[in-house]
């Protein structure tokens, strides 16, 4: 049915619902990703495809449903509950401290540090160097230049690579190629598909159909806050996902698999 | 993306450490609006070279001892300033809550009083005064979201009020108790001032040899050791020509106390915000908030804390002013405090839109604040002179980092 080795899903939503007062973001929804592959998340604008990722990153909190890792039940509440389980958001723009230097980006909020909280820069450093490599990453001429300094795609790539350095298990990448160039698009896919073959379980937010079918090895598509279906890759075509968006047309193999 | 490019950064590591790389390094990003210390040193240089030719006694040691004990409080008072602007925000209380614990430092050391305490209790007293209403701004600003223009406006009005309350009747305490008075006016004498200038410099070399073999055995580029060397070797001369041109002075020769405490903290300071976790969260915040926020950094509590550096700075910089009159009064925290500690951070390069700055701009700040004061004063021009220059000056230095700002916003995309 699908191209994933895993049984359990890495990460598994079970009737998501979220309202902000009489708004229903969210109602009834399930979703799922595993182990080394790309899960793209589809829907037009409201569909709800935001709130989602806030109530998994501990941004909003759900008001009905389940989150399992693993298969086992949790509670986010916070950005630190999500940190903690190895989920990784990765925002559009609201990633990175323009301020600060690319190292200091990767390392926000969980600084290496002694004791006395006094920095240890050297092991910062040489994590980043280390997972901008690995990742070959290799237009960042200094991982000590501000981030401010740096174009859209590198941009995007420091952030993309913060998701790895922490080894996290579910990456979820929101709109990562809105806004960029041609060759940075490129890059940056090229990293999503890179993040997947490490084992990481990705989630790919696009509106961007050519990017999501280029990478994407399923694709959950959201309407109204309310699940459409989930398609394969290899099963679909652009016409039926756009469809699907747009009218929200049942996808005939795939509805009863995820619930 | 090429396979060719792990060679290239390795070599591109190598080349990092020659002197001919680092001053490429640093030209462009001079080009690129990040200029450093280069403007407010340059300012510090030029506004001693006019004075000088002005007036005969400026560079002279007792002028130079004077000056040291004239900017001490405004100094003091802008490195809290430095972190409340590095988070983006503003404290307009700042003057008059000095001046309130400049009032509580000399009111709990009244002698004849039921509150006669020691001097150091009372300084004990008057700082956490100062937590006190850095607490209260901070928990104001940071739970109920109220703008801190607002909320430091407000405590301004209330510390004024609280000051004349407390001197009403009388209008003025003096400050009798010896430790209190010698924070602005002991002097250390010729030798140990010897010392100090030696541990500092000890201190310097060991602090920039920790890095460096820290770098050096993670495999990392380590900066030229030449120029590591040569600013090691530049601030520790300036330690101890500032100790043996303070050892001329007549007829009390010797480096100030007061001194060594503005070194102190502003060491401090530069520490807590270049070297620490709570630093690193204290630029983020300023930097991108809501990253912050989404990186597990707890920006409330980062807000609160900062507004207390800023109550704690406030109130040693309003102990050292009342130290240095022997008493307090009604003009408490007055006059042109708050925004010559303001400028002083301004002009030191800290950037008033959150985020970019260095701590030790609160001391070059203080110094040409300090400066242009002491030398008007010298050649005898009016306060009208005094207000205009330093107005023109903190022009210039809000000018300079709003075009640097957008350069290097235009740079970045």
Redesign the interface.
Same mark, same amino acid.
């Given at each position: 049915m699908n191209s994933t080795s895993t049984p359990t899903p890495t990460l598994e939503l079970r009737g998501i619902s979220k309202s902000f007062g009489s708004v229903q973001a969210l109602s009834d929804v399930n979703f799922e990703v595993r182990d080394g592959e790309v899960m793209a998340l589809v829907g037009d604008n409201g569909a709800g495809k935001s709130t989602l990722i806030k109530c998994v990153?501990g941004?909003n909190s759900i008001d009905e449903g389940q989150i399992l890792f693993d298969g086992e039940p949790v509670t986010i509440h $916070?950005?630190?509950d999500a940190?903690k389980l190895g989920i990784e958001?990765v925002?559009q723009d609201?990633?990175?401290?323009?301020?600060?230097d690319v190292v +200091?980006n990767m390392f926000? $909020?969980? &600084?290496i540090?002694d004791p006395a909280?006094?920095? =240890? &820069?050297?092991?910062m &450093?040489?994590r980043t160097?280390e997972t901008l490599?690995s990742l070959?990453v290799?237009?960042i =001429?200094?991982v000590r230049q501000?981030v401010?300094?740096?174009? $859209?795609g590198q941009r995007q790539s420091v952030a993309v690579a913060r998701a790895v350095l922490w080894n996290n298990r579910v990456v979820f990448l929101d709109e990562p190629t809105a806004a960029l160039g041609v060759a940075q698009t490129r +890059?940056v896919l090229?990293l999503v598909k890179r993040l997947a073959d490490q084992g990481l379980a990705v989630v790919l937010v696009s509106h961007n159909l050519v990017d999501v079918f280029e990478v994407a090895t399923r694709i959950t598509v959201l309407r109204l806050g309310r699940n459409v279906g989930v398609y394969d890759r290899d099963k679909t075509n652009e016409q039926e996902i756009v469809e699907a968006i747009t009218f929200g047309s049942p996808a005939p193999e795939e509805t009863g698999a995820v619930a | 993306m090429s396979s060719a490019a792990p060679a290239d950064v390795q070599a591109a590591a190598e080349d990092q450490n020659s002197i001919g790389a680092i001053i490429r390094a640093r030209w462009e990003a001079i080009r690129g609006g990040d200029v450093g210390s280069l403007p407010v040193i340059i300012g510090i240089i030029a506004i001693g070279l006019f004075f000088n030719a002005k007036s005969p006694i400026f560079f002279s040691a007792v002028n130079f001892q004077n000056l040291i004990g004239q900017l001490a409080g405004v100094t003091v008072i802008a490195v809290g300033v430095v972190f409340v602007l590095l988070i983006g925000e503003i404290d307009l209380s700042i003057g008059f809550a000095s001046g309130l614990c400049g009032v509580a430092v000399a009111y709990f050391q009244q002698a004849g009083t039921g509150h006669d305490y020691p001097g150091l209790v009372a300084l004990a007293l008057a700082i956490g005064t100062g937590l006190l209403i850095g607490l209260i701004q901070g928990s104001v600003i940071a739970f109920i979201g109220v703008p801190s223009f607002v909320v430091t406006l407000a405590g301004l009005l209330i510390c004024q009020g609280l000051i004349l309350q407390i001197l009403g009747t009388q209008g003025v305490i003096g400050i009798q108790d010896k430790q209190i008075n010698d924070i602005s006016n002991y002097i250390l004498t010729k030798n140990t001032g010897w010392i100090v200038a030696t541990i500092f410099a000890v201190g310097l070399a060991a602090s920039a040899l920790g890095g460096y073999v820290s770098r050096r055995r993670a495999g990392l580029p380590t900066g030229n050791l030449l120029l590591t060397v040569g600013r090691v070797v530049f601030f520790a001369g300036l330690a101890y020509a500032a100790v043996a041109v303070c050892n001329k002075a007549q007829p009390r020769p010797g480096f100030p106390l007061v001194g060594l405490i503005v070194v102190f903290l502003v060491g401090l300071g530069g520490y807590v915000a270049s070297r620490t976790t709570f630093g690193r969260h204290v630029y983020a915040v300023g930097g991108n908030a809501e990253a912050a926020r989404r990186a597990g950094i707890n920006v409330k509590l980062i807000r609160i804390l900062v507004f207390m550096i800023s109550g704690a700075m406030a109130a040693m910089g309003g102990v050292i002013l009342a130290s240095r009159l022997n008493g307090i009064d009604l003009t408490a925290g007055g006059g042109t405090l708050l925004l010559d500690s303001i400028s002083a951070a301004v002009i030191g390069g800290v950037s008033l839109f959150g985020g970019r700055g260095r701590v030790i701009g609160a001391l070059y700040g203080g110094v040409i604040i300090g400066m242009v004061a002491n030398g008007i004063d010298l050649l005898a021009y009016s306060d009208a002179i005094k207000l205009i220059s330093t107005g023109v000056i903190l022009l210039g230095a809000v000018t300079l980092d709003t075009v640097l700002r957008r350069r290097q916003a235009t740079v970045g995309r």
């Open positions: 990153a941004i $916070g950005p630190k940190a958001v925002y609201l990633a990175l401290a323009d301020n600060l +200091q926000l $909020g969980r &600084e540090h909280f006094r920095l =240890r &820069e050297a092991p &450093e040489q160097v490599k070959s290799t237009t =001429r200094s501000a401010a300094t740096l174009s $859209g +890059q090229d | -």
